[in-house]
C-alpha cells in the first residue's frame, strides 16, 4: 500500500512539473542538445546511453518525453529509443491510427526494461513516468 502511494506522489509530481514547464515557457525548448534528449544514431551508441525511453509500433505514433523542466516532442513511424537524464522522466505517447496493434513505452536502464506500458486501442494513449 505504501508503496502505491508513493508512486501515485510521484506522478502527481511529474504531471505538475510537466504542466508548469508548458505554463511557464510557451517555447518550450525542442533541441536534442539542450535537454540532453537523443535517439540512438550515428553521433551517440548504444553504450553511451545508460537511460532510455524506448517506443515500439509498427504504426505512425506522437508524443512528448518530460524531464525535470524540459519537454520535447517527438514523433515517428515505428520503433526508436530516445536517451533520456533526469532523476524522473515522464512520457506520454499516442497512436495515430485506428489499428488494433500494440504500442509500448518502456523505461530501460543499461539495456535493461525497468518499467513497461502499452496500449492495443484505436489511437490509444499512453500517460507513464519513472523515477531513474
Not at 505504501?2 to 502527481?12: H, K, M, P, S, Y
Not at 545508460?50 to 517527438?74: A, F, L
Not at 529509443?81 to 509500448?104: H, P, R
Amino acid at each position: 500500500m505504501v508503496n502505491r502511494n508513493i508512486a501515485a506522489v510521484i506522478f502527481l509530481i511529474v504531471i505538475c512539473g510537466t504542466f508548469y514547464a508548458m505554463l511557464s515557457n510557451e517555447n518550450i525548448n525542442t533541441t536534442n542538445t539542450d535537454t540532453n534528449l537523443y535517439t540512438n544514431d550515428s553521433n551517440h551508441s548504444n553504450s553511451e546511453i545508460k537511460e532510455q525511453v524506448q517506443v515500439i509500433y509498427d504504426g505512425s505514433w506522437n508524443g512528448s518525453i518530460t524531464q525535470g523542466y524540459s519537454s520535447n516532442s517527438v514523433k515517428g513511424t515505428g520503433n526508436r529509443v530516445y536517451g533520456v537524464t533526469g532523476k524522473i522522466v515522464s512520457a506520454s505517447f499516442q497512436k495515430q491510427d485506428s489499428g488494433n496493434g500494440t504500442l509500448t513505452v518502456n523505461f530501460l536502464n543499461n539495456g535493461n526494461i525497468m518499467a513497461t506500458t502499452s496500449t492495443s486501442a484505436s489511437y490509444g494513449v499512453i500517460q507513464t513516468a519513472y523515477p531513474f
